[in-house]
Antibody, heavy 120, light 110 residues
Framework: VQLVESGGGVVQPGGSLRLSCAAS????????MHWVRQVPGKSLEWVSL????????YYAHSVRGRFTIARDNRKNSLFLQMNSLTTDDSALYYC??????????????WGQGTLVTVSS | QSVLTQAPSVSGTPGQRVTISCSGS????????VNWYHHLPGTAPKLLMY???QRPSGVTDRFSGSKSGSSATLAISGLRSEDEADYFC???????????FGGGTKVTVL
């Protein structure tokens, strides 16, 4: 399993950025996927998830209405469109795979992350 | 402020057993299983324990997990220098409709 994020960079407050995650080594459209972020030195914060076909999406309160998660199963890719960025959105953004068994669910694989810096 | 609460750090000597606690609420740990991750800065987090007490293939049995009520514990027995890392807990949160994470506990081997 490999998850490779890209698209991070420096953007001004109020700007937009689109993150991508290229997945390989597994049947991509069998899995729900997540975005999780971490300010360096701080704790992790769950951002969003999308189910296998994109029909269900969920967002953290802090990003709802500004971020949009999407996927392209033909290209084994996950995306995060981030609009109206603020300095609080500066973080390392991880793409991660969801797994489950019965009622239990867990993130089993993570990418290395892509760094987003919101600064004027 | 993380949804799940962990002590910032714990330390032990080689060979010792250390425990890392994770405290939550009814909407997360109280209702759902807990997962634990090992994380070194600059690397991808690695799944250490899922469904509260299940080890993925390849994870040594020196690691064990348990859950009681709205709290969970990760134990590391026979502590080794290579166990130095950040460890964080996670659980699905029914109120968030998302994943709740702990703040992470840094394990230091003295």
């Amino acid at each position: 399993v490999q998850l490779v994020e890209s698209g991070g960079g420096v953007v001004q407050p109020g700007g937009s950025l689109r993150l991508s995650c290229a997945a390989s080594g597994f049947i991509f459209d069998d899995y729900t996927m997540h975005w999780v972020r971490q300010v360096p030195g701080k704790s992790l914060e769950w951002v969003s998830l999308i189910n296998w076909n994109g029909g269900n999406t969920y967002y953290a309160h802090s990003v709802r209405g500004r971020f949009t998660i999407a996927r392209d199963n033909r290209k084994n890719s996950l995306f995060l469109q981030m609009n109206s960025l603020t300095t609080d959105d500066s973080a390392l953004y991880y793409c991660a795979r969801d797994n489950h068994s019965g009622y239990d669910r867990w993130i089993d694989y993570w990418g290395q992350g892509t760094l987003v810096t919101v600064s004027s | 402020q993380s949804v799940l609460t962990q002590a910032p750090s714990v330390s032990g000597t080689p060979g010792q057993r250390v425990t890392i606690s994770c405290s939550g609420s009814n909407s997360n740990i109280g209702s759902n299983s807990v997962n634990w991750y090992h994380h070194l800065p600059g690397t991808a987090p690695k799944l250490l324990m899922y469904s509260s007490n299940q080890r993925p293939s390849g994870v040594t049995d020196r690691f064990s997990g348990s859950k009681s009520g709205s709290s969970a514990t990760l134990a590391i027995s026979g502590l080794r220098s290579e166990d130095e890392a950040d460890y964080f807990c996670a659980a699905w949160d029914d109120s968030l409709n998302g994943v709740a994470f702990g703040g992470g506990t840094k394990v230091t081997v003295l």
